[in-house]
């Protein structure tokens, strides 16, 4: 079982990037391997690369973050349930920040949700677009949904706090289908997250983006006027409506990165590759600063904290 966090005092000042925003989590990928094969899979923004920080090099990288004020890490890849130490990386981080959470796409969750649970994972955001299992497969190259909500299930029971859904919308693919996800996160007590299909700038005004490209303003809409209670979510301060579903209530949270001009300007997270390279931005390709050379090469964590405020500094709203 890992040790607690416990609040650092004094605590440490929170870095802001030239926009004002305050650095407060990071996103960390822990692999590029992956089980399934998503087409829109936006692969945390990294280069392709088969190299990856040892467990204490991630340790280190963490703490580092967190001596600069960073209080909350999310751990993605790749699929992070393929690293064969992911309970060992989780158990190392857990004590220094206030918050540890993952996304994964729920393929291998079943089996390891109690084990990341007493390592010290506090929630999970797990991918599932269908409850459909040959649309699945369309969107995955894999059917793997039976697992996936077997995943779920489990998470929700050991503790796991929220469980989110995450289910990427698409157009004419599965955006009938958001009713359904509703009933069944209502019953398992989970939270469904719609995501609207994202691109960057030189693909935003294709026609095979908006052939994909489903809108979630209307739906929102509905959401909203039929919603018992609506709260709001600081990162991107993204709106989140507990409404009827079937006979239960269900939270549903909106994500909508494109055509919200509060997501970008409402930030607070910095990146880290699997290899080792910071990144102010998902869709941004300038910027990255490689920390894992300078680690291995022999910085001092002041050193690393220069490269983390290089980094911060070159960080501006993508969308806006």
Known sequence: MSKAFQEPSPMPTLMRDPFGREIRSLRLSVTQACDLACAHCHREG????????????????????????VRKVKITGGEPLMRKDIVDVVSRISPLVREVSMTT???????????????????????????????????????????????????????????????????????????????????????????????DRDSANTSEFAKKHFSLGPFEQGLAAVSTQTTINELHRRHRYL??????????????????????????????????????????????????????AGATDDELRVLFAKAIGSRRPYWS
């Open 105 to 199: 796409n729920g393929s291998r969750l079943s089996e390891m949700a109690a084990a990341l649970k007493v390592a010290g994972l506090a929630r999970v955001n797990v991918s599932l677009h269908s409850l459909d299992p040959r649309t699945n497969e369309r969107m995955c190259g894999v059917d793997m949904t039976a697992h996936v909500v077997a995943g779920i299930k489990d998470a929700v029971e050991v503790g796991l706090s929220p469980v989110k859904v995450n289910m990427v919308v698409f157009r004419d693919i599965n955006h009938d289908m958001i009713p359904p996800m509703m009933d069944f996160c209502g019953r398992v007590g989970a939270v469904l997250q719609l995501i609207e299909y994202e691109s």
């Open 46 to 69: 990294q280069e392709v690369s088969a190299e990856e920080m040892t467990l204490e090099e991630i340790e280190r990288v963490v703490a580092v973050s967190a001596s600069l004020g």
């Open 243 to 296: 409404v009827p579903a079937n006979g239960t209530n269900v939270s549903v949270e909106i994500v909508r990165p494109m055509h919200n001009t509060e997501f970008c300007a409402n930030c607070t997270r910095i990146r880290v590759s699997s290899d080792g390279k910071l990144k102010p931005c998902l869709l941004d390709r300038r910027g990255a600063v490689d920390v894992l050379g300078p680690m291995r």
